[in-house]
């Protein structure tokens, strides 16, 4: 037999971040009171009626546009019919074969290795309610219905768990750079389904099952780890798969049948009589793609071209963008010294993001404060071990560098009678160590100038205390 | 003053203008007149008198302090699909029981933007579905000419209640004729706009592309000057028309020189009885004697229209009523788990023909049926608007019956659903091209049942087929004609 291999296909919701619902004006809001941001509109109310909301076409048309999607310039609503409690008309608008966006690609890579994903199309639709059980009851928040939606349906072109969970992590980063969404995964921003086939290599593909259920990319990739290998067992001990609709269990760590092709449902698709057709002109077109934001990888071609950073801390710094948003803004304020800001972002920032799981617009901190720092530093006026104290207490209070210096009384020494005097000092006051170094033991030169710069209270400058001792010390 | 309710709309306005009466006897004097007619004709589901007298004294207030409005103090009945905040809206379903409407349509805000009262609820064919106003879940509204007979529909309560005097002028909706046939059942007149034309926002939906708001009154006048304040552009509905409202009453004149009437045979086909024929053609010679002139067209698709309809309103209908289900508001079956909750109350909810145009509107979007009845039905939807505007090429305004028969009797329909099908033949095709019509009162038949006239314009031409209807009316005398509804 020969190897099987999986072929995968994902499904991924994502919410955009409108101010408003896509029908109606209602807001979109997470954590609202259930029902509080609703109207007639996204309720279902008899005699009601959509307008579609211009702010998601653009969102969705842009996301296809970082995708490399060629856009549909005409495209239209359908309604795609099933009874369910937490849709107010059961019926969903949705897109069905006039996509606002179509194809597109996403490379990412795993491991090292490079992937492209083909993508089939991006359609706009609307979110539905949330049920919840009650104690002897159920209940429905309508509040989330009416989110605008995108459905970002990828050709079958992933072979692993991993390169699944690498795609979905490409798009985030992605969706993030766009500004399309806030891609919060706990408050379900992003949600994906997953298709999925096991078969010999290069011979027809298997039967397919859709797996629904998981809410963390870490969900998709051990659902998926767990249907390859439980499909790649029925496969090769020549077992019949049916095609079936699974559900994830995140405790169990397993799937379970909810319902197989026989009581699949019938959509009944057909276009939505109460939406005309969605024309877009070349031109809007072209206005939204110019208000687009850089994508990471061209961002990090400019970051080695105008910083004149290395690969890595380029490849690190655009990783996340409001990282990427917060180095530059230190850059600016630091007077273009990039290279000191890569370090001290890479380093201190990023040991203290970690650390508290802050995101760079929470820190207390400001680009500007991190800025005015490097460049106190540059400046001489602040020496290196003290910038860190200086950091340290901007982190956990805020505020202005310049202020704390002043205040604490850091200004480094760069005095050369000052120095001096402290040279002079440590010199008459340790006979052993001076000894040991001129008769070569190179070492104590660190101790006497940790004695200079206890004396100067740490503020000296410590290329200058170098040069002195080993002056006087010759 | 007594004998108000039998007013136009025209009159009243006139003797509130010059304090000959006031907004409350108006409104009392039809209250008066539901009181003692309407337990014979069943044409209001509802009436809130008090609310109707407050809202009465309101515009009599505003009128004293000087204040203006093309409806001021004008009672207007409201079809029990379109939403009036605070008023019920049950679609004359059971399944809409105890759902009060949180807000207005948009045409019933325009109605009381300009001084208009929606007063009390009237009868329909439960969700618009059906042309005798017998499948309301709350009783059958009879013809005022004669109560053996249907008054129509799905607009029966609003053509009866304004034939019978029991309302001045009524907002209704025209789905496949809604509006004009039960105006020619019942001897009055039913303008249905063009598509876009009025907001369908607030207008519970029976087949979206198809529905439009319409008017039934006394006078081609009282509808011109209605749809004046209920037209008009809604950001709420992408489908009503952007275009400018014209001046509807200006284009109103006594004769009709330089007008070009179509007439096609096809409208006059086999099913189409003698006596309304012939009632028809002589109410299209009167226009000739104004001045107008024939135009021979034809209109080879005609046949496809019923079949066209009856795929494609279902279908619509059947994701449009997807949303009563009971969990929202409405009636409710308690059940033991959501889907079973839904389930029963819908088959509690619902009426026969509900249930048969949803039946129906599920089958032909099925896979495997979508092709050829769904598909094949909007390809020949489109011939049937090619044929439309073809022959608006050639004339101005098609005349013709609005129903191949009067008025038939309460439950001669039943047995034979395709039979009362077919009878929509002659309006349908307005609805499926995004037309305007009218129905004109034009005499009445051999057993002494009213015969409407229906001039037939492109979408957006309510000038020209108002035009038309008004100078006929003006040359005849059939709409001052009143049934006799004695009463209690």
């Not at chain 2, 024929?277 to 135009?295: F, H, Q, T």
């Not at chain 2, 009426?351 to 049926?369: A, F, M, N, P, Q």
Request: proline content about 5%.
């Amino acid at each position: 037999m020969k190897k099987l291999v999986p072929t995968i296909g994902l499904e991924t919701h994502v919410q955009l971040n409108t101010r408003t619902k896509i029908w109606c004006g209602c807001r979109v809001e997470a954590g609202a009171e259930p029902n509080t941001n609703v109207c007639p509109v996204c309720m279902g109310y008899p005699g009601s009626l959509p307008v579609l909301n211009k702010e998601a076409v653009k969102k969705t048309v842009q996301t296809g546009l970082l995708l490399g999607c060629e856009i549909g310039l005409r495209s239209k609503h359908d309604r795609k019919s099933y009874f369910y409690p937490d849709m107010p008309k059961n019926y969903q608008i949705t897109q069905f074969d006039q996509p606002l966006c179509l194809g597109g690609l996403l490379a990412f890579e795993v491991d090292g290795t490079e992937h492209t994903v083909r993508l089939n199309r991006i359609h706009l639709e609307e979110d539905v309610g949330k049920s919840t059980h009650l104690r002897g009851a159920s209940g429905v928040d309508y509040n989330r219905a009416g989110t605008p939606l995108m459905e970002i349906v990828t050709e079958a072109d992933i072979h692993s768990a991993e390169e699944a969970f690498g795609y979905l992590s490409a798009l985030k980063r992605i969706l993030e750079y766009g500004g399309v969404s806030n891609c919060n995964l706990e408050l379900g921003n992003i949600r994906c389904d997953v298709n999925v086939s096991v078969a010999e290599e290069g011979g027809p593909l298997g039967t397919k099952a859709e797996i629904k259920n998981m809410n963390t990319f870490r969900g998709v990739h051990r659902a998926l780890q767990y249907e390859i290998k439980r499909q790649t067992k029925a496969v090769a001990n020549a077992e019949a798969l049916i095609q079936e609709t699974r559900r994830w269990d995140d405790d169990q760590g397993v799937t379970s049948s909810m319902r197989t092709k026989e009581d699949a449902h019938d959509y009944r698709y057909f276009p939505d009589p109460d939406l005309a057709a969605v024309v877009l002109l070349e031109e809007q077109v072209e206005e939204w793609r110019a208000e687009l934001p850089e994508l990471p990888a061209a961002r990090q071609k400019r970051f080695l071209e105008e910083y004149g950073l290395p690969e890595y801390d380029a490849g690190v710094l655009v990783a996340d963008l409001e990282v990427a948003n917060y180095f530059e803004a230190v850059v600016k304020a630091a007077d273009g010294n990039a290279k000191g800001a890569s370090n001290w972002v890479m380093t201190e920032v990023m040991r203290v993001l970690s650390e508290t799981g802050q995101s760079p617009s929470q820190l207390r901190i400001s680009a500007n404060a991190l800025g005015s720092l490097i460049s106190m530093v540059d400046k001489k006026t602040l020496n290196g071990p003290k910038a860190k104290e200086v950091f340290a207490l901007l982190v956990e209070e805020g505020g202005d560098p310049e202020q704390v210096v002043k205040e604490k009384g850091w200004a480094q020494v760069n005095d050369a009678g000052a120095i001096e005097t402290f040279v002079q000092q440590v010199i008459e006051e340790n006979p052993g160590p001076v000894e040991d170094y001129k008769s070569g033991k190179k070492a104590a030169l660190q101790y006497l100038m940790g004695q200079v710069m206890k004396l100067s209270k740490g503020k000296a400058n410590p290329r200058a205390v170098s040069e002195l001792l080993k002056e006087r010390l010759a | 003053m007594s004998g108000l309710a039998s007013k136009t709309m025209g009159e009243l306005r006139d003797l509130l203008s010059t304090g000959a009466c006031s907004s409350r006897e108006i409104v009392q004097s039809v209250a008066d007149r539901i009181r003692a007619v309407d337990q014979e004709v069943n044409a209001y589901l509802e009436v809130d008198e008090e609310a109707g007298l407050a809202a009465a004294d309101e515009a009599d207030r505003k009128r004293a302090a000087g204040e203006s409005g093309a409806l001021l103090g004008i009672p207007v009945a409201v079809k029990d699909l379109l939403n009036v905040e605070g008023q019920s809206c049950r679609c004359a379903s059971k399944l809409l029981e105890g759902y009060i409407s949180p807000y207005d349509a948009t045409c019933v805000a325009h109605v009381k933007a300009a001084g208009g009262i929606p007063f009390g609820r009237v009868n329909m064919d439960e969700f618009a579905m059906g042309a005798s106003t017998e499948h309301s879940a709350f009783g059958v509204t009879k013809n005022p000419w004669n109560r053996d007979h249907v008054s129509g529909g799905s607009s029966g309560g609003s053509a009866a209640a304004v034939a019978a005097d029991e309302a001045i002028v009524s907002l209704g909706s025209d789905t496949g004729g809604s509006v004009r046939q039960p105006a020619s059942f019942c001897g009055c007149v039913g303008l249905k706009p063009g598509y876009g034309r009025v907001s369908r926002y607030g207008l519970t939906a029976f087949a979206s592309s198809l529905d439009q708001v319409g008017v039934l009154s006394k006078t081609v006048a009282d509808a011109a000057d209605t749809l004046q304040v209920i037209s008009g552009h809604d950001p709420k509905d992408t489908t009503s028309d952007p275009s400018a409202v014209p001046d509807f009453s200006a284009a109103l004149s006594t004769d009709l020189k330089g007008m070009k009437i179509g007439i096609a045979e096809e409208f006059f086909g086999s099913g189409v009885r003698a006596d309304v024929a012939s009632r028809v053609r002589a109410a299209i010679d009167a226009c000739v004697n104004l001045g107008a002139e024939p135009v021979p067209v034809s209109f080879p698709h005609l046949d496809y229209a019923v079949s066209v309809y009856y795929i494609l309103a279902p279908a619509e209908a059947s994701a449009n009523l997807s949303r009563f289900d009971g969990i929202r508001y409405g009636n409710r079956v308690e059940a033991e788990d959501p889907v079973s909750l839904m389930k029963q109350t819908r088959d509690a909810g619902f009426g026969d023909e509900v249930k048969r145009r949803i039946l129906l509107g599920t089958y032909v979007l099925s896979s495997g049926y979508y092709d050829a009845y769904y598909v094949k039905a909007l390809k020949a939807r489109a011939l049937i608007k090619q044929d439309f505007d073809a022959v608006f090429t050639k004339c101005d305004v098609l005349m013709s019956p609005v129903a191949p028969t009067p008025a038939y009797r309460i439950g001669q329909g039943q047995e034979d659903p395709m039979a009362l099908y077919l009878g929509d033949i002659l309006t349908i095709p307005a609805n499926l091209s995004g037309g305007c019509g009218l129905s004109v009162p034009c005499g009445f038949s051999e057993d002494g049942l009213p015969v409407g006239l229906q001039i037939l314009g492109p979408a957006l031409a309510e000038e020209h087929i108002l035009r038309a209807g008004f100078a006929f009316e003006q040359s005849s005398t059939w709409s001052s004609h009143k049934p006799e509804v004695k009463g209690m």
